[in-house]
Structures are given as C-alpha cells and as structure tokens.
DNA sequence: TCTGGGGTCCTAGGACCC
DNA sequence: TCTGGGGTCCTAGGACCC
C-alpha cells in the first residue's frame, strides 16, 4: 500500500439493454435507432412478466420508469414500441465492454452486467484523468457502438456518484473538494445505498438532501439505524475505500431461481411441478460450481395482494443432488403453504461449501447413485442443449421443465464459456 | 392481462445451552 | 424454583443493489 491517493473510473452504459438492442439492430439493417424513438425492453404481458427493463430518452420523457408495470407505461406513453429482452445478446455486449477496458488497465471490476470500475492509479495522473476517460468513452462508441457516462474520484463511491451527474454520454469528476457544490444538493435518495425506506424516514426527520444527511449527527443516525445509519453518513461525506476487486467473481454465498407462473397455481401438485422445474436448474448451477448446500429455503408470492413469505430449513449433511433438494422444497412448501393462490415460486439454497469436502453419511448411500444420475443428466444437457432431456412428469403439464436461469439458450453461452 | 429475477447483508426473536 | 446473564444457532423478514 502507497499514501497516495486512488484515482477510479466508473463506467454505465447509458439505458444498457435499450442500448444493446438499438446496436445490434441497426448493425442487422434496421433503419430506426430505438434509442432516437419512445422504446423500451420489456417483459411480455401475456406470461405475466410485464414490466419495463429498459427505456430510450424519448420513452423517459414520458414519466415512464424502469420496473413500471408495461400497461402503465403504455397508459403514459400509447406509442410505446417494446422489445423482449435476449439477455445473450447483453452478456456478449457485456464481455465485449469489459474486453475492451481492459486494453486501458488490467484492474477492471464488474460491477453488473452494464457497469464496471477501472483502478487507473499508477496509470495516470489526476490532472489528465478527464482527457483520458473521454478516450475510453470515445473508444467504446466507436467500437460496440454504445454510449457510456464515466464518473471519476478517488474512491469507488465517489466515482459511481459522479457516472450518474452527467447522462448520456458524458464524463464527470467527483473528487473529495467537489462534494458540497455536486453532490450535497441532491435529493437524499440519490445517495447509493439510500432506498425508498430509508429514504421516507430520512425525510419525515427533515433530511431531504444528501448534504443535510453528512452534515447531521453520526451519533443519532447509528441510534436510529443501527449499522446502515454510519454507513450512509460515511457515503454522504464520501467516505468509502473498498478497493476495485480485481477477482472475476466474488465467492458465491447462495444461489436460487424464481419465476412468476403465467397462471395462478392452486392445487399442490401443479406447485410440486414448478418447484422441480425450479430445482433442475439450481441443482444444475450447484453441481457445475462444484458446491453443496445447507440450507434450503422455498418463497411464495400471493396472487392477490403480492405480498411474499418463505420457509427455510437447515440440514445435517451438504447436498447437490436435484431430487434431494426436491424432496426438502416440498416439504418446506407443505409447511408454509396456506392453501392461497399462487403467482410466484422460488426457490433458494445457500450456506454453500466445496462439494469435495462432502461426507455422504451411512444413511445417504443411495444418494450416491442419485448424485451419478444427476452428473449424466448434466453431461447430456451440456452436449445437446437443455431441453434435451427432462423428467417425464413435465411432458402434459404445459411447464417449462427448467425454469429459469438455464431455462432457454439464452443462457448457455454464458454457461458454455466458463469451461 | 395487474408489478421480474438475480443477488447480499442485517436484525429481531425464539430455542437452547451453560 | 422464579429470576438472571451470556452465548450460539436458526428462521423470517426487510433493506438495498442491478
């Protein structure tokens, strides 16, 4: 470790998926940029997955806002054209972003799917920061085709801050001495880490900008808060000095996968089916990381008022095998299940360890041939495709056998090109 | 045809032990 | 037997992010 101070990048891809679209298409000949007209990805109505993912600026200028039911983005805006998303052509977009920071420095962190951090410190000096993340801005323009907003500072937060000052395709400083005049106007909830609850409590006690929270008492907002009230004081005077992990991906502490039923499940069975299907797929992730889990955990979402509650059960030995976690989702469902209509299922596993380190007791012995059984449906569905094989129980039902994730090729590029 | 899906971290409260 | 304290583990739920 040197004294001296960090310089970080922090670099959005402005309406990332909206932008990702527009490229490709007008690379495949389209004549319209979705981005010049009021345009959106959005899920599909009809499966009950209906919600704005990503918007153009005209759509914007409508109200309309990202995770808004479609129909009343339509209401807002009637001339709305959406997109289903292809989430494989996002992570190809995504890799080729994060390729092509890396000819700028070899510290790139991945922050989502459309945003990264670049430790430039060492690289160059401050004084020519601003000259060179318009060169990295230029150069994604005229490589992929897409704008980006890139915020600088001496620490990631500051840096995050600073990439949303200025949109689209703009470059924005926001070191320590700029705070008062850039960042303390703000709204409150503009503030990383400040949500809606948060929010509302801070401003029903007279906070309402990001300055009023760095300039009130520490004291009063740990006793208020707890934890989270010294951390959002510390982001509010822009105190933060996590460094840019250069690790790919930090150590996977769970793993889970949820869908929402394109009709409400009523009866027992049908939820079984969409708890397997569910499974598959996590079982299948479990497997390829190497991982068993101890702690299952199953959720449900009212139809009628969409409110969610789960159940979760923790257990002796790690397991990877899909038909054991089955069996422990359906019990785990029985118990919580108030005999309700369902829109949602989910299911979770976590307290994760190597599944090398794995002691199968006396009484599992058969899960042994169950674990070989898995690894061959695996191998198959690798070789030819996900929908290749599946249990034959999926075969009337008019459920996908592997919801989600994995579910549709989408996926398995980005599986693929991890081997 | 009414609002997705993937995560992480924290806290409160209860059970249980010494 | 009726009043504690300290500690760990587990579960449910809520907060935040993209």
């Not at 909206?18 to 527009?22: D, G, I, K, T």
């Not at 309309?64 to 129909?71: I, P, Q, R």
């Not at 200025?166 to 926001?174: I, N």
């Not at 969610?308 to 159940?311: A, D, F, K, T, V």
């Given at each position: 470790m040197?004294?001296?101070e960090k310089?970080?990048f922090h670099?959005?891809?402005?309406s990332?998926f909206?932008?990702?679209?527009?490229v490709?298409?007008?690379?495949?000949?389209?004549?319209?940029d979705?981005?010049?007209i009021?345009?959106?990805v959005?899920?599909?109505?009809?499966?009950?997955?209906?919600?704005?993912?990503?918007?153009?600026a005209p759509?914007k200028?409508?109200g309309?806002?990202?995770?808004?039911?479609?129909?009343e983005?339509k209401?807002?805006?009637?001339?709305l054209?959406t997109i289903?998303?292809?989430y494989?052509?996002?992570m190809?977009?995504h890799h080729?972003?994060?390729?092509l920071l890396?000819?700028?420095?070899?510290?790139?962190?991945?922050?989502?799917?459309?945003?990264c951090?670049?430790?430039?410190?060492g690289?160059?000096?401050?004084?020519?920061?601003?000259?060179?993340?318009?060169?990295?801005r230029?150069?994604?323009?005229k490589?992929l085709?897409f704008?980006v907003s890139i915020?600088?500072s001496?620490n990631k937060?500051?840096a995050?801050m600073?990439?949303d000052l200025?949109?689209?395709?703009?470059?924005?400083?926001?070191f320590?001495?700029e705070?008062?005049?850039?960042?303390w106007p703000?709204?409150?909830?503009?503030l990383?880490?400040?949500?809606?609850?948060?929010s509302?409590k801070?401003?029903?006690?007279?906070?309402?900008?990001?300055?009023?929270l760095a300039n009130c008492d520490p004291e009063?907002l740990?006793?208020?808060f707890?934890?989270w009230g010294?951390l959002?004081?510390n982001y509010a005077n822009g105190?933060?000095?996590?460094?840019?992990?250069?690790s790919s991906?930090?150590?996977i502490k769970?793993?889970g996968?949820?869908t929402?039923i394109?009709?409400?499940?009523?009866?027992?069975e049908?939820?079984?089916?969409?708890?397997?299907s569910?499974?598959e797929t996590?079982?299948m992730r479990?497997?390829?990381?190497?991982?068993c889990?101890?702690?299952?955990?199953?959720?449900?979402?009212r139809?009628e008022?969409?409110t969610?509650?789960?159940?979760q059960?923790?257990i002796?030995?790690?397991i990877?095998s899909?038909t054991?976690i089955?069996g422990?989702c359906?019990?785990l469902f029985d118990?919580a299940w108030?005999?309700e209509p369902?829109r949602?299922l989910g299911?979770?596993?976590?307290?994760?360890?190597?599944?090398?380190n794995?002691q199968l007791?006396?009484?599992?012995r058969?899960?042994?041939?169950?674990?070989?059984?898995?690894r061959?449906?695996?191998?198959?569905?690798?070789k030819?495709?996900p929908?290749s094989i599946f249990r034959?129980?999926f075969?009337?039902?008019?459920l996908?056998?592997l919801e989600?994730?994995l579910?549709?090729?989408?996926?398995?590029?980005v599986m693929?090109?991890?081997?």
């Open positions: 040197n004294n001296e310089l970080i670099v959005d891809v402005n990332a909206l932008s990702f679209e527009a490709y298409r007008l690379q495949h000949g389209a004549k319209v979705l981005r010049d009021p345009s959106a959005a899920g599909s109505q009809a499966t009950r997955h209906g919600i704005i993912l990503a918007k153009s759509t200028k409508y309309v806002k990202t995770g808004e039911a479609v129909w983005a209401r807002k805006c009637p001339h054209v289903p998303p292809n494989a052509l996002y190809c977009c080729s972003l994060v390729e890396k000819s700028f420095t070899d510290k790139v962190q991945v922050f989502s799917i459309d945003e951090f670049m430790d430039m410190s690289i160059i000096e401050e004084s020519q920061s601003i000259e060179a993340a318009n060169k990295v230029e150069c994604i323009k490589e085709g704008t915020g600088i001496t937060l500051l995050k600073a990439s200025k949109k689209p395709d703009a470059v924005s400083t926001l320590p001495p705070i008062p005049e850039k960042m703000l709204p409150v909830e503009e990383y880490m400040v949500g809606r609850a948060t509302y801070l401003r029903k006690m007279g906070i309402d900008t990001i300055g009023s009063l740990k006793y208020k707890k934890s010294e959002i004081w105190i933060e000095d996590s460094p840019v992990s250069l991906r930090e150590v769970g793993m996968n949820s929402t394109h009709f409400d499940v009523e009866d027992k049908t939820a079984y089916q969409v708890l397997l569910l499974v996590v079982g479990l497997r390829f990381e190497g991982l889990c101890r702690v299952i955990s199953v959720s449900i979402k139809a008022d969409l969610l509650y789960s159940h059960l923790k002796q030995s790690p990877d899909t054991a089955y422990y359906k019990q118990e108030k005999g369902i949602h299911v979770r596993v976590s307290d994760l360890s190597p599944a090398s794995v007791s006396m009484f599992e058969d899960w042994e041939k169950q674990k070989k059984v898995d061959a449906v695996d191998q198959i569905r690798m030819f495709g929908g034959s129980n075969l009337w039902s008019g996908a056998p989600g994730g579910s549709d090729d989408a996926s398995y590029p693929t090109s991890i081997l």
